[in-house]
C-alpha cells in the first residue's frame, strides 16, 4: 500500500518546455488534487477533482491543465513552463468521512530556467 | 483574500518548551480544522484535526484549542523535543465530497538541545 505516489521526483525544464506530473493513488478515494508549495506562501491549490470525471480550478490554475485519467490517477501538465512555475508540486488524495484525511505523496520539485 | 491566516512565521523554543501556533479564518461554513507537519523533503501529513463541535482536543503532546466565536484555532506542543522541528500547516474546509483543504501560509518550528 503506497499511498499517494508522483513522479518525477525532480525535473528541471527551460522556459516554453512541456511536461506533465504524474500522480497515482492506491487508497480508492474519491478526490485528488494538485498543490504547489513556494516559500512563504503555504501550499496553494492549483486543480482539484472531486470525483472520477470531473475537475475544478483552485487558487492558481492558469499555467496548467489536469487530467483526471481514471479514479486512481490525476496528473497535470504544463503546456509551456516559465520560471514562475518553478515550485515543488504535491498530489494528494482524500475520501470524505468520519476521518477526512487528505494524504499527500512525496511531491515533485521542478526547476524552470 | 486569505481565507485562513497563520502566525507566526517561525518560531524557535527551547526542548521542553510549549509552541503555540495560532490560525485564524474567515469563512464561517468551514467545519474541519486540521493540522498538518512537513519534514524537509517530505510531504504534508495529518497530525491532529478538530471540528467546530469541540473546543479542544488533545493526541499525545499535541493539543488543538478552537474558539469558534473568535474564528480562530491553534496548537499547542507540550514538552517540545529536537524531533518536533518542522513546518507546520493549520487548514480548513467544508465538510462536503470533494472540497479542498485551504491552507494556511505555515510555521517554521525550530526546537534547540
Known amino acids: 500500500n503506497a499511498g499517494v505516489t508522483q513522479t518525477p521526483k525532480f525535473q528541471v525544464l527551460k522556459t516554453g518546455q512541456s511536461m506533465t506530473l504524474q500522480c497515482a493513488q492506491d487508497m480508492n478515494h474519491n478526490s485528488m488534487y494538485w498543490y504547489r508549495q513556494d516559500p512563504g506562501m503555504g501550499l496553494r491549490l492549483i486543480y482539484y477533482s472531486a470525483s472520477e470525471g470531473t475537475t475544478d480550478k483552485g487558487e492558481v490554475p492558469n499555467g496548467y491543465n489536469v487530467s483526471r485519467l481514471n479514479k486512481r490517477e490525476f496528473s497535470l501538465r504544463l503546456e509551456s513552463a516559465a520560471p514562475s512555475q518553478t515550485s515543488v508540486y504535491f498530489c494528494?488524495?482524500?475520501?470524505?468521512?468520519?476521518?477526512?484525511?487528505?494524504?499527500f505523496g512525496p511531491g515533485t520539485r521542478l526547476t524552470v530556467t | 483574500q486569505q481565507q485562513v491566516k497563520q502566525s507566526p512565521q517561525s518560531l524557535i523554543v527551547q526542548k521542553g518548551g510549549i509552541p503555540i501556533i495560532n490560525c485564524a479564518y474567515e469563512?464561517?461554513?468551514?467545519?474541519?480544522f486540521p493540522w498538518y507537519q512537513q519534514f524537509p523533503g517530505k510531504g504534508p501529513a495529518l497530525l491532529i484535526a478538530?471540528?467546530?463541535?469541540?473546543s479542544e482536543k488533545k493526541e499525545g503532546r499535541f493539543t488543538i484549542s478552537f474558539n469558534k466565536s473568535a474564528k480562530q484555532f491553534s496548537l499547542h506542543i507540550m514538552d517540545s523535543q529536537p524531533g518536533d522541528s518542522a513546518t507546520y500547516f493549520c487548514?480548513?474546509?467544508?465538510?462536503?465530497?470533494?472540497?479542498?483543504?485551504?491552507f494556511g501560509k505555515g510555521t517554521t518550528l525550530s526546537v534547540s538541545s
Open positions: 469563512n464561517t461554513a468551514f467545519d474541519y
Open positions: 494528494a488524495a482524500r475520501n470524505s468521512g468520519s476521518r477526512d484525511e487528505q494524504y
Open positions: 487548514a480548513a474546509s467544508i465538510n462536503q465530497a470533494g472540497t479542498a483543504l485551504i
Open positions: 478538530i471540528r467546530p463541535d469541540v
